[in-house]
Nanobody
């Protein structure tokens, strides 16, 4: 199982980013996929899930700003983020029942 995130970076408050998580080594389409973030000094925070039926679930704390989607044709799950704020600064990673990726850093700063 391999999960590799990309798309992180530094953005100004109010900016947008789309993160990608490329999967390999398992049958991607049958798994629910999650996005999690961890800020410095804090525990992991669940953000969103997309299941095998393409139903999506988003944490109340980021609902309206973050959305999740998947493309089974390229074994990739996405996290679309808008109106980013400094408190969104964290390491973002994807996971499923088989494992997690190393993450991609998102920094929101003016």
């Amino acid at each position: 199982v391999q999960l590799v995130e990309s798309g992180g970076g530094t953005v100004q408050p109010g900016g947008s980013l789309t993160l990608s998580c490329a999967a390999s080594g398992f049958t991607f389409s049958v798994y629910s996929m999650n996005w999690i973030r961890q800020a410095p000094g804090k525990g992991p925070e669940w953000l969103a899930t997309v299941n095998s039926m393409n139903a999506t679930f988003v944490a109340p704390a980021v609902r309206g700003r973050f959305t999740i989607s998947r493309d089974n044709s390229v074994n990739t799950v996405y996290l679309h983020m808008k109106n980013l704020q400094p408190e969104d600064t964290a390491l973002y990673y994807c996971n499923n029942a088989e494992g997690r990726g190393p993450g991609t850093q998102v920094t929101v700063s003016s």
